[in-house]
């Protein structure tokens, strides 16, 4: 069967626990190497990703190119405005094509639905680098930076701040597999999709949602945002105004443990979501986080091509 990386659930939670041992594993073993160099194993010698980008990406493109490159393969890249898929080809026409030439597809777009289509009808592994209801490669590469910095996940405390998106649903998602509690801080209306919750809540996490922020962070082991306006939204003052008591302040912080870390996906809006005293101070590992992606990615592309 062939084994897709759409959500963290697809996985499992021991398949998620491998993946996060064997990045810890890789990252050590490289250390001090240049970062364009390949690993001794060079597993993936040979294969090549297809990454698909309907929406502007950094830290995507560049972790799941320079993963390839770790790994000893290859990456190429196709966007909406250049590839046939921005003149009406259908989405399993691609697929079809794609797992002809390639051995895994990464896309990155907007509607979920775009990828379960590819999933469906690609005959090699699709990993989702983002859609508008998850986010897991970014959450694999949290999780790894937590434990990195000496987080036990199971019954830790995460309080998030801000919108209910698509991060914020595979942060959840992860909860449950890996059994720690979440609470949310959003505004009326901007609720995650209750579906998250609970699943999570019937394998054990507890997710609890709260309109005071400092009720959220009061404790928390990590605090977590992301930006208040997602690609493709516009800048609306309206929801600006809503998200403001979630802004992540110093004298929020501090209401967490002192041993508190903080995460953001970037790119940040620095003075929305969070202060510059938060974001560039010592609880901060978003630099970690970033880098991380590399690391995470290339464990999802050996679990995803059935080689962990």
């Given amino acids: 069967m062939t084994r897709h990386f759409l959500n963290l659930s697809d996985a499992g939670a021991d398949a998620v626990s491998a993946m996060l041992n064997d990045a810890i594993d890789r990252k050590a073993a490289r250390m001090g190497k240049p970062k364009g160099t390949a690993d001794a194993d060079a597993p993936l010698a040979g294969h090549t990703l297809a990454m698909i980008f309907e929406k502007n990406s950094t830290r995507t493109r560049v972790s799941f190119d320079m993963a390839m490159r770790q790994l000893g393969g290859s990456s190429l890249i196709l966007d909406g405005g250049t590839s046939q898929l921005g003149r009406g080809e259908t989405v399993a026409d691609t697929a079809r094509v794609l797992s002809r030439m390639c051995d895994a597809i990464m896309i990155r777009t907007d509607d979920h639905a775009k990828i379960e289509e590819m999933a469906a009808y690609a005959t090699v592994p699709v990993i989702n680098g983002l859609t508008d209801l998850s986010h897991p490669c970014q959450i694999m590469a949290d999780l790894l930076t937590v434990i990195e910095h000496g987080l036990a996940l199971p019954g830790s405390q995460w309080a998030w701040l801000g919108d209910g998106n698509n991060v914020l649903h595979s942060i959840i998602e992860a909860a449950g597999l890996l059994k720690f509690d979440v609470r ?32 959220v962070a009061r404790g928390a082991d990590v605090v977590v945002t992301d930006t208040w306006i997602s690609m493709g939204q516009a800048h609306a003052q309206e929801k600006l105004a809503a998200m403001m008591p979630y802004q992540v302040t110093q004298a929020l912080m501090d209401l967490a443990r002192p041993d508190a870390r903080f995460l953001h996906c970037l790119p940040a809006h620095r003075g929305e979501e969070v202060v510059d005293a938060v974001i560039d101070g010592p609880r901060s590992l978003v630099w970690d986080e970033a880098e991380n992606r590399i690391h995470a990615q290339k464990s999802v592309l050996l679990w995803a091509l059935g080689l962990l």
């Fill in 184 to 215: 949310i801080g959003v505004p009326e209306g901007y609720e995650p999709d209750p579906r998250f919750a609970a699943e999570a809540q019937q394998r054990g996490a507890r997710i609890a949602l709260s309109r005071d922020a400092t009720e």
